[in-house]
């Protein structure tokens, strides 16, 4: 059993070599839930989206989110009717989230929502929302708190991020299955995603952090810092503004607590001693996903981390 | 100054020929709102949909509602989530409704977002909801009562009808301009539309019968039905179901306390004298519209009947 703590398109990258490899019905992947937005009075859960249709083999993968094919027709004529439609939301991906709204107002939660969606799209791997509860990463810029997502797409990650907050993180429980697929699991991964706001989410939700310590599964973390930046987002602003090293060595001091193994790119092969002196062990070698071989091939190497 | 009485498609037809031949900002339109409806957390308002964008000029033709060309990937992926999808919802369409829905929530009347809506779409002539309060047709079957959009889409209108509720009738206001518009028009056109769903609505709403007996407006009406059938919808069920007869004759009686003049079909000239006798000019023509010329010719005889 195989558990993966996962954000968005890093994630999704990994995931996708990782499906290969394992079974599917073998692997429970935890996503962050701090990115969930409402628009147009729909509810969004940008990473579950993205994982899940990923790992249905229905992404754009060009784009990384949404629907492949998928068309904009319905945001095009919003902007025609004067909204900011700074959020990509495809006419295909749009039924996702008129689903997901209606079953929520029905009394559903954002966990049994993904099962259905799931089952509909023919996943055999379990994706746990890390709450079903409201929480809400918003960063402080100098303008003032915005949404995550308004800092990560509408403001394209410009603003200095002078700190980030987690609305409700002190209040929302893990979701069903949370805790007991990191307790369960024989190996988790925690996936190359930002390590402040969607792997830090999940952490400060109540009792995952603890459940990691606690386990008796290999903990395996991917670095999502090559070369001293992200391949992708805003992990090193963040980083920085935070107070953090921009660093494979910075992001395993994040996790040190509950980590036995780092995986580092080859491009940052000289911080293997200084991790290794951390206490865990290090394994070097190409985490750059650009074919679907660099991610069977980054999947196989964290098996064996 | 011009004003109609309209419901859906019957109505959109002739508004096209009329407006060939009126100026676009001389005529106002009361449209209907009983059959508004919330699916999906949306509310829509079909019937000023039909008539928005056929004056609009982008109306399916074919359809007789609806965005021309419209996709409807969204409302396809819907199914595949398991909903029902019986009501049409184009991915063009789909963002009036998100606009509306948003813009209800945020407080602003159905009257002020349809201005917005036909702003957009550089409509000239005024649409005016019926009212901004709640307002729903609901018909009895033998299965109980229903909304009237699922009697007449879902179901097919294969129900008979038991009885016609108007959930709100009692309660609800005129949206502002309504009852001026029929007081201070020269003509008053009751659009080809169902008597009892599209134009009784309308009729119900407080003061709008009261302001078409005392406007000095010529108030001129247009048979829906034609040789004993409506030529599309189930206002001969309707009629029939509720005790009134299914002709030109039975739809004047309807009207008669407000009618200064009545145009019905070439097919219908026997009923000329019986209806002439409840006091009304008529006038007998094609009202059957399938060409634009139909349309238009038909409009001609309604402003000079």
Known sequence: LITALAGGIGAARFLTGLTQIVEADDLSVIVNTGDDIELFGLHISPDIDIITYTLAGIVDEEKGWGVRDDTFCCLKMLREFGEDTWFGLGDRDLATHLYRTERLKQGATLLQITDEVCSVLGLKSKILPMSNDRFETRIITQDGSVHFEEYFVKRRCE????????????????????????????????????????????????????????????????????????????????????????????????????????????????????????????????????????????????LHS
């Open 159 to 302: 603003d200095d991020v002078l700190g980030v907050e987690f609305v409700g993180a002190s209040s929302a429980e893990p979701a069903p299955g949370v805790i007991d697929a990191i307790l369960n699991a024989e190996l988790v991964v925690v996936c190359p995603s930002n390590p402040i706001v969607s792997i830090g989410t999940i952490l400060s939700v109540a009792g995952v952090r603890d459940a990691l310590k606690r386990t008796d599964a290999r903990v395996v973390g991917v670095s999502p810092i090559v070369a001293g930046a992200p391949l992708k987002g805003p992990a090193d602003k963040m980083l920085r503004g935070l107070g953090f090293e921009v660093s494979a060595y910075g992001v395993t001091k994040l996790y040190l607590d509950f980590l036995d193994a780092m995986v580092i790119d080859d491009r940052d092969a000289a911080l293997k001693g200084r991790i290794e002196q951390l206490g865990l062990s290090v394994t070097v070698t190409n985490t750059v996903m650009k074919s679907l071989l660099d991610k069977i091939s980054l999947a196989k190497i964290v």
